[in-house]
């Protein structure tokens, strides 16, 4: 169970490592007009479990606490990023948000049932330093100039690493209520884009295409799947391992032609592998011991 529910999890991070890709094929929307097409498109899916099954319309009704934490990590996080990237290089704030993974690691250990051992801190920061080959491959400058931008990229990466452990310890409410918070991003996401930016629409089908896309895999489904896997598989795992999602992304990015290939990604590759395993050699182990056991009583 939670073996499956941790594989569930990491589609999740698979699904965002297109998020680059689609984005980069979308066009030139606004960030937040994009945001609230593509989380209402993200909303369909679950629309449509709930008007084939009536019956789980029930699990919508939650405490206030539920919905204002869901709320405030889909929309929260994706205000406050779109605000780094609008008040800082896009590089620093980019990595300045991965910290999530790492937060989400560490904070773990406040988790009922949960231990917090030196493999999964080391395989996080492997991680961490993986990311850095990535992200700062043209190199990073700091300036206290985008202090701003700095400061919303910080607030980003504890907003989504505080929903994703918060997220844990609700782990009887039904990922259903994913569908609401998707409404409820994409309206304020609208909202939004009516007071800051333009609206500009995609020119080509093919734009659409990557919208659509974008809606249903990176800003939709990938929400489900990541609620249910923090809820019921190995949350220090699947912090560790999300520093994939970059590493995934630039691979996708070099295969289809938007970025060159080097040196920084195969050692990129290693580290962040090579940490993803040495987090998750805890669940490699009960693995191993079950199957002795089971040898065992044969």
């Not at 606490?65 to 704030?93: C, D, M, Q, S």
């Not at 782990?171 to 609401?180: I, L």
């Amino acid at each position: 169970m939670k073996l499956r529910a941790t594989l569930i999890g990491f589609t999740a991070i698979l699904m965002w490592s297109f998020l680059a890709l689609f984005t980069a094929a979308s066009g030139e929307m606004p960030p937040f007009q994009l945001s609230a097409i593509c989380f209402a498109i993200g909303s369909i899916p679950g629309i449509a479990v709930l008007i084939l099954n009536p019956s789980r319309m029930a699990l919508l009704r939650q405490p206030a606490k539920v919905w204002i934490i869901g709320i405030a990590g889909l929309f929260g996080y994706h205000f406050l990023y779109f605000t780094a990237l609008r008040n800082a290089p896009a590089v620093e704030a980019g990595l300045i948000a991965y910290l999530w993974p790492l937060l989400i690691v560490v904070g773990s250990a406040l988790l009922p049932g949960e231990r917090l051992r030196w493999y999964h801190v080391a395989g996080a920061l492997a991680g961490l330093c993986g990311t850095f080959l990535i992200v700062g491959r043209n190199g990073i400058d700091f300036d206290g100039a985008y202090a701003i931008g700095y400061g919303a990229a910080f607030l980003c990466a504890f907003t989504w690493s505080g929903y994703s452990l918060l997220t844990r310890r609700f782990d009887a409410v039904s990922t259903d209520v994913v569908t609401g918070f998707c409404l409820a991003t994409s309206t304020l996401s609208f909202f939004c884009h009516l007071g800051l930016e333009t609206t500009l629409w995609p020119a080509t089908a093919f734009e659409w295409i990557a919208v659509a896309g974008l809606g249903l895999f990176p800003v939709g489904a990938a929400f489900y799947a990541w609620d249910y896997g923090v809820k019921n598989g190995d949350i220090q795992i699947l912090g560790a391992a999300s520093y994939a999602a970059p590493l995934f992304s630039t691979l996708i990015l070099t295969i289809f032609g938007f970025a060159e290939p080097s040196w920084r990604i195969a050692l990129a590759c290693l580290l962040v592998t090579g940490g993803a395993v040495l987090a998750a050699q805890e669940m490699f182990r009960r693995k191993s011991v079950a199957k002795q056991v089971a040898a065992a009583a044969e």
